[in-house]
Structure formats: structure tokens, C-alpha cells
């Protein structure tokens, strides 16, 4: 089995390396990939990814290159993990939005369109390549934002799941909490990708006792501790929101909390920096602590079972993915993309039925999804018009005076990445 993954030097990548390596029962890899333009990182990470599978006696070889179409030739799967414009440019997302009082975030609000405009050609470009060398591999998404990626290759007719570490996040949150194995646990995980909620947590699988309430009555404060809201807000909800909640729960605080503070891509800049001091040592041959810090927490485990479950072997039947709406929530058209359970294999992601949705939660959702429209619209045809109509449409934004301003600042600071402006 050969696995590619593109963008390769990332500081993620070791996370990676090492489900890779620990898990090889679920997903037996001959050949790992790693494909990344940054030569110089990919050197270092293709170092210590060689290390980690040598000291966990794994007899799969890894290749580290530039050239995209050599890494894609003969991949069974293809995982995307690449950052158009680095860490520079998610610097710029997170700070000029909060110019005009708007949330400054990379995959949400004007950040997030952002970061689609840049992404969505560059992707679908890659996924052409793939499909050129292999029509038969699985394209597996992670890169943000997922929803708007995923839509764009399942539109253009690609072979793609979309996938995010937030359910699997909770899942493993809450069976520490009730003191279970994770297996044990199954989320009602429901709505869009960075934009769900946990309606249910069942025991034994997804027909199991729900133990949602018992969660909130005897954990809640925990809980709601760990995605900074209030835990009054919670016990009136029933549910727990995804930590991306808060944007829209909480903006104006946010807001201010965001201006008074470095940005997260600062300290995630300083953090790779230090990850990369870390990869070049010869003695390492782990992960280091750092990297949980890094983000993407057991995003390793989830990409092995969906990689697994798509390629035929031992991955769970029953995973989080992001993929076609397809009626499963009929408020929302059949070709949104949608993040909720769904059954996995050879022929892709089926989502499985969703109890009724509370209109609280169906309506923002069926705001983003639209909004979601509008932003792939712009980043397949481009267009000042386009982009303001998507910001307008974002309920971060939905102001005409601040959609305009932020057209602007948002074409100022990323021409180079469009080819339209």
C-alpha cells in the first residue's frame, strides 16, 4: 500500500508518522510519501519520520520529494495537509478582520474565506494530478477550510472524504470524563464542518444509552471550561457545541480578547520553529511533547481509520467525516457537505440517518451552508463582487459596510495568491 501525503513538511507530519507506525495492524503502509515544496523542512521532517518508524521496527519505507506528480504516481491515498501561503499569510487572516471588529480566525469569517480563495485552486490543481496518476485513489482532506475544500472536490467529481480531529477530540474527552474506553463512546455529532454540535453520547454504539445529560450534569463544568463558554450556556443547550462556537456565541468577546493578544499564528510560528530545532536532532526518534501543543490532537488515529476503512482493511465501520448531505438533513441541500457519522468504506462515506435537528442549530447551519456557496463560487471564478456577497452572507460579517471593507483588505493581502485580482 503506498500513501502520499501532501505537504509533508509540515510539523504535523511527525503526529502523523507516528499513528502510522503504531497502527500499521489497521493500515499495513509499504511506501509513505512525504511530497512538500519546502525542501529544507522536508529534510528535517523526513528525518525524523525515518527514525520514528525504525525505533517501532516498521518495515515501510518513506520517500520524501518535491515532485508532486512522482509522489501521487501509484498512491492508493492521497492526504492533503498544505498551507497556501504558510504561516505568513494565516498571520494575515487572524489580525486585518479585527480592523473592522470582526473575528480574526483562519478557517471562519473573513480569515476563512480567505484561506479558501487561496486553497480551493491549488487543491483542485493537485486532485486533477492525482486522479491523472491513479482515478482509483482515495483523496482524504484535512486541510482547511475542510467544508469548502471537500465541496470542491467532491463537485469536480474526485474521490474525497473531508475530515477534521474535533469529534474524535470529544470522543476521547468524554470517555476520560466517564471513565470508558473511547471505543466505547459514540457522539451524535452533527452539522458542518467547524460549526457542529454533540446532541448525543451513547455508550456501546449508536443505538446506546444516551448519557449526554449525566455528561452535563456531573462534568459540565469541565466541559464548559475546555471550550471557554459559560456553563449556565450549556445546561440551557442540552448539547456541547464544537470549541468553534464560540465565534458566533461569544464574537464581541472574542474580538476583544483577540486585539489585546498575540496571534495564534505567532505562537504557532515560534512553536514550528522550535518543533523544527527539535526534528533536526539525530538522537530524536518520537514525537516530542511540543507537538501536542502544535494542534490536530489524534488527528493520526482518525486518519488512519478513515484511510483504512476506504482501502478495504480494519478501519471502523462508523466514523466523523465531512461528505455530500445527500437528504440526511433535509433543510440543507443534497450537495452540502455536512460532519456527521457515517458508514466508511471501499465505495466512500454514506452518512447515517440524523434525529430531527432543533431550529436553533438547523438555521445557523443553513446560513453557512449558503455562505459556503458563495465562497466556493468565488474561489472557483473569482471576483470582487463574489467576494463580498460571501462575506455578507457570513453571520460573522453580515454587515454591508463591514463586507466592504473587508473585500478590500482581504484582495489587498492576498493578490498574490489570486490569480483574478
Not at 455528561?215 to 459540565?220: P, V
Not at 438533513?329 to 465505495?347: C, S
Request: aromatic share 6%.
Amino acid at each position: 500500500m503506498k500513501l502520499t501525503v501532501v505537504g509533508g513538511g509540515s510539523t504535523y507530519t511527525p503526529e502523523l508518522v507516528d499513528g502510522f507506525a503504531r497502527l500499521r495492524d489497521t493500515l499495513p503502509v509499504e511506501e509513505l510519501v512525504l511530497v512538500d515544496p519546502a525542501a529544507d523542512r522536508l529534510e528535517l521532517v523526513g528525518g525524523l519520520a525515518r527514525r520514528i518508524f525504525a525505533k517501532q521496527v516498521h518495515g515501510g519505507r518513506i520517500v520524501t520529494t518535491s515532485d508532486l506528480d512522482e509522489a501521487v504516481d501509484g498512491a492508493d491515498a492521497v492526504l492533503l495537509q498544505l498551507r497556501v501561503g504558510g504561516q505568513a499569510a494565516r498571520e494575515q487572516d487572524e489580525t486585518w478582520p479585527l480592523e473592522c471588529g470582526c473575528v480574526g480566525q483562519e478557517t471562519t469569517g473573513a480569515g476563512g474565506l480567505a484561506k479558501a480563495l487561496r486553497t480551493v485552486p491549488v487543491v483542485l490543481d493537485i486532485a486533477e494530478r492525482v486522479r491523472r496518476a491513479n482515478p482509483d485513489a482515495w483523496i482524504i482532506d484535512f486541510t482547511n477550510p475542510v467544508g469548502i475544500v471537500t465541496r470542491a472536490l467532491l463537485r469536480a467529481g474526485h474521490r474525497a472524504v473531508g475530515l477534521c480531529n474535533v469529534a474524535i477530540g470529544l470522543q476521547r474527552k468524554f470517555a476520560a470524563l466517564l471513565g470508558v474506553a473511547p471505543a466505547d463512546v459514540h457522539l451524535d455529532h452533527v452539522g458542518l464542518n467547524h460549526l457542529t454540535w454533540e446532541t448525543g453520547v451513547r455508550l456501546g454504539g449508536p443505538g446506546g444509552a444516551d448519557v449526554l445529560p449525566r455528561l452535563l450534569a456531573e462534568h459540565g463544568d469541565a466541559v464548559a471550561a475546555d471550550l471557554r463558554l459559560p456553563r449556565p450556556l450549556l445546561d440551557r443547550l442540552g448539547v456541547v457545541p464544537s470549541y468553534y462556537l464560540r465565534y458566533y456565541y461569544a464574537h464581541d468577546e472574542v474580538v476583544d480578547e483577540l486585539r489585546t493578544k498575540p496571534s495564534r499564528a505567532a505562537e504557532v510560528a515560534e512553536m514550528e520553529r522550535r518543533l523544527l530545532e527539535m526534528y533536526g536532532d539525530p538522537a530524536l526518534d518520537e514525537k516530542p511533547a511540543l507537538l501536542a501543543k502544535r494542534g490536530g490532537a489524534y488527528y493520526s488515529e482518525a486518519a488512519v481509520d478513515l484511510a483504512a476503512a476506504l482501502l478495504g482493511g480494519a478501519g471502523s465501520p462508523h466514523q466523523v467525516v465531512n461528505t455530500y448531505n445527500r437528504g440526511t438533513l433535509p433543510f440543507l441541500p443534497d450537495d452540502a457537505v455536512i460532519e456527521v457519522p457515517a458508514a466508511v468504506g471501499g465505495k466512500g462515506a454514506a452518512p447515517l440517518p440524523v434525529p430531527a435537528v432543533d431550529p436553533l442549530y438547523a438555521g445557523l447551519m443553513a446560513n453557512v451552508t449558503a455562505y459556503e456557496d458563495l465562497a466556493l463560487d468565488a474561489a472557483l471564478r473569482g471576483g470582487r463582487d463574489r467576494v463580498f456577497r460571501a462575506l455578507l452572507a457570513h453571520p460573522l460579517v453580515g454587515q454591508y459596510a463591514y463586507a466592504e471593507q473587508l473585500t478590500d483588505r482581504l484582495i489587498a493581502h492576498n493578490r498574490e495568491h489570486l490569480a483574478w485580482a
